[in-house]
């Protein structure tokens, strides 16, 4: 190749260093040539001796970047230059150099760990820090060291920490970069538009770029949906304009033309997502406008499902925007933020190990035979909770056994080249006879648009068995090849014919969801979650569905893709998925238990009536809980005034919690309700005292109070004025001491005849000779009958009137 390029300047440094440390670092600029120079340069060195891989992050960037190298050689892809992406390959026996997506090294050094035949892996783009990139490079890390020293590894990018990398790769690895073509670039801040739609701004942006410069235009947008819209305002403006959109939707040919200058010369515009961000060379463009956002899949753990989510770009995304106009001569950069707003931006995407779904992670390290991520070299961990929920999803899939080791069901599942979720799906389907349809239907999920729009995935896949494009037939053959597998791995029971949508519901199950209203609007999960759909969608009608995808938060995500079922077949195919089982609920308003008898698939109740004969351990132990919400409400409140008085520990709050199982359950036992008698209640508690404590118990906070007359008197421990007790003042005549308990003064709160306060003391005889003579001034005239003596502590005590009083003295 003829050394033109930035990236030859520092090439014989980049050989030297694979040479003779094995592994090296390419730090280099858009525009140096890294990719598409360095890998054919390994082909004449003495150690190369067998094929180079090169990883692409995205498939149209390593079509794009294999047929550029083959160009440059003269030669057709396919030749010494090879491509391996999903959907299409092209490689032969005379290929040297293959460019293929991350995930496919994945599987493949995952099936070979000794990647026979192979000389060295270069990881392109890796700033990107894709799941696959970080994973595949974990893996060929470990091979590297256990398998294989003679393996050479490149890590390149524009924008990596280096450093990083070089203490990944091992302490001697380099870390060479290169200089690259310093264009001119000129950035214009056309501010926010917070009153505009996305598109409209775009549009606005892109006709201001068009008209105010030369060269080919470069349109970041987040998504296909906001692509489509910004061509439909676009072209009736620019007519005569080819306005071409590139997405991983667009089929090869219409990729090619996106990438390549138009053949008659004309200005074009490119609307694009972030898979022209890095890797791509689009000729002729010289004018970038950048919306500023950027949409990537985020897993939710709580619902199961991976959303897209729409973020502002990062900093370094904006760059690599920005450096596309400017890889080929002088460029300028169109930016829909505020210069000020700019340094607010995040500097880095996230590394999707800490935001995608770990489950295809998991199951590849189950197949190297490493159940835990820790043991391999990561320059990020994948965090723990994803590890474990990733875990959990392959353990009900069947997938890992409960020490995490990979079943034989788990291998067949990874012997396919996709999510473990749409494997299992394949598998299903090829059990039934039907390993086609399900192949086609996990495609679909996988490859947005394909088979047409719509949520309705049974329509998509009939859409898509009519559609004779280029696209719809690379498909087709994807899927065959799938199905073969499928059932090469499963005998299959020829001659069924089955909803496809029954395999994606035994694959996920906690996805299988009923309508909640009449509208189709509101449907319930297995799984427990709520999901929308529009009413307008044709699966509104259906009265169950299986959910292959959602958008949106947890507790309301929007359903972008499902199957429809119908209640025979959720019946008649699903029956081991539904169980019959008693629920118990807590009726607050009547403070008891209820039992009913359900028949639920997951969260999706089917029938339900009364339950004449629960569990009745099941039922305590609810009435158990219920009790402990509020225990000192339940509890009989004299005994525990008179036990906290005393300071019994073996009767305090936090003993009787703790200790509810051994005396409060037991009577509890069959019952519905808490109201156990007050006095089993006491008695239990009584008896959690030993003989000691029962004597300090009753001696230093005895129940009643006995006055000299033989009445009989609760004593109240609870006020805040206890220990006290109200006697009517007749009933303490003769008394000329005060009453105490244990040695604390018993507050004696003294009544008339009719019951109603006199005073309260805590000295009886200070009351009798002072304070009682203004008393008995005020009550001998309301109560006359009654005795009122001057010297009450001389008196007999009595209760009767005088009359009756005199009589019985007399």
Known sequence: MAGNLPIHAVLPEVLDALANHGATVLVAPPGAGKTTAVAPALLDQPWCTGTVILLSPRRVAARAAAERMAETLGEKPGETIGYLTRLDTKQSAKTRVLVMTEAIFVNRIVNDPELAGVSAVLFDEAHERHLDSDLGLALALETRAILREDLRVCVMSATIDGARFARLLGGDAPVIESEGKAWPLRIEWLGAKPGLRTEDAMATAIITAWRSETGDVLAFLPGVREIER?????????????????????????????????????????????????????????????????????????????????????????????????????????????????????????????????????????RWGTADPASLAWLDPPPTASVAAARDRLAKLGALDDSGRITDWGKQVAALPMDPVHGAMVLFGAKAGQAKDAARLALLLQERGLGGQGEDLLHRLGGWNADRSPRAAASAKLADRWAQRAKELVRGNEGVDLNPGLFLARALPDNIARRRDAAGENWLSAGGRGYFLDPASSLARAEWLVIGDAQGQAKGARITAAAALTSQEVEEHLADLIEKRSVLNWNGAEARVEARLERRLGAITLATGPDASPDRGRVAELLLAKALEDLPALLPASLMARAGHVGLAALSAAHLQDSAEQWLAPLLAGRRDLAVPAGKLTEALLNLLDWDSRQ???????????????????????????????????????????????????????????????????????????????????????????????????????????????????
């Open 696 to 810: 300090k118990l009753d001696r230093l906070a005895p129940r009643e109070f006995t006055s000299p007359a033989g009445t009989h008197h609760p004593i109240d421990y609870a006020g805040a004025d206890a220990p006290s007790v109200e006697v009517r003042v007749q009933a303490l005549f003769g008394l000329d001491s005060h009453p105490v308990i244990g040695s604390t003064p018993l507050l004696v709160k003294l009544t008339s005849p009719a019951g109603r306060p006199l005073q309260a003391t805590r000295d009886l005889p200070g009351f009798w000779r002072g304070s009682w003579r203004d008393v008995v001034k005020d009550m001998k005239g309301r109560y006359p009958r009654h005795r009122w003596p001057d010297e009450p502590w001389t008196e007999k005590p009595s209760l009767k009137t005088k009359n009756a009083f005199s009589r019985e003295q007399s």
């Open 230 to 366: 910004v061509r439909e305002r676009l072209e009736p403006k620019l007519p005569g304009t080819p306005i071409l959109p590139l997405h991983g939707q667009v089929d090869p040919a219409a990729q090619r033309s996106a990438i390549r200058r138009d053949r008659d010369g004309r200005r074009r515009i490119v609307l694009a997502t972030a898979i022209a961000e890095t890797s791509l060379t689009l000729d002729g463009v010289s004018v970038v406008v950048d919306s500023g956002l950027s949409r990537r899949a985020e897993f939710d753990r709580a619902a199961g499902t991976t959303h897209l989510v729409t973020h502002r770009s990062s900093q370094a995304a904006a760059a690599q925007r920005a450096g596309r106009a400017a890889r080929l001569g002088p460029g300028v950069a169109y930016r829909l933020w505020e210069q000020a707003a700019h340094p607010g931006r995040p500097p880095f995407d996230p590394p999707e190990v800490e935001t995608a779904d770990l489950t295809p992670l998991m199951l590849s390290l189950a």
